[in-house]
């Protein structure tokens, strides 16, 4: 079993920059790959970034891409979100996850974590 803890969101105005971190414990040693989803307001949850724990290798969304970039630090078994150029249409809880062998291309969630607000104000 792993656990996943998200931190680092809030409210911040159009335009301005996050980071969120996740760190993962428990049984760490079976990370394949990591990402990152987002569930606004009445909307079906949606993948933003992956990155795969071995090597690096990242993949986004189109609607992120260029503004999103997401980034790991092993050996603390955290991974990073950092959010720039901020849009209200970003708006949305943040989750973490932790994929199954699928890897970042077709990430499947095998753990999530509890998620954090992201609110963007125009």
């Known amino acids: 079993q792993v656990q996943l803890v998200e931190s680092g969101g809030g409210l911040v105005q159009a335009g301005d920059s996050l980071r969120l971190s996740c760190a993962a414990s428990g049984r760490t040693f079976s990370i394949n790959a990591m990402g990152w989803f987002r569930q606004a307001p009445g909307k079906e949850r949606e993948f933003v970034a992956a990155?795969?724990?071995?090597?690096?290798?990242?993949y986004y969304a189109d609607s992120v891409k260029g503004r999103f970039t997401i980034s790991k630090d092993n050996a603390k078994n955290t991974v990073y979100l950092q959010m720039n150029s901020l849009k209200p249409e970003d708006t949305a809880v943040y989750y973490c996850?932790?994929?199954?062998?699928?890897?970042?291309?077709?990430?499947?969630?095998?753990?999530w974590g509890q998620g954090t607000q992201v609110t963007v104000s125009s």
């Open positions: 990155i795969r724990w071995g090597g690096g290798s990242t």
């Open positions: 996850a932790i994929g199954d062998s699928r890897g970042i291309y077709s990430f499947t969630p095998k753990y």
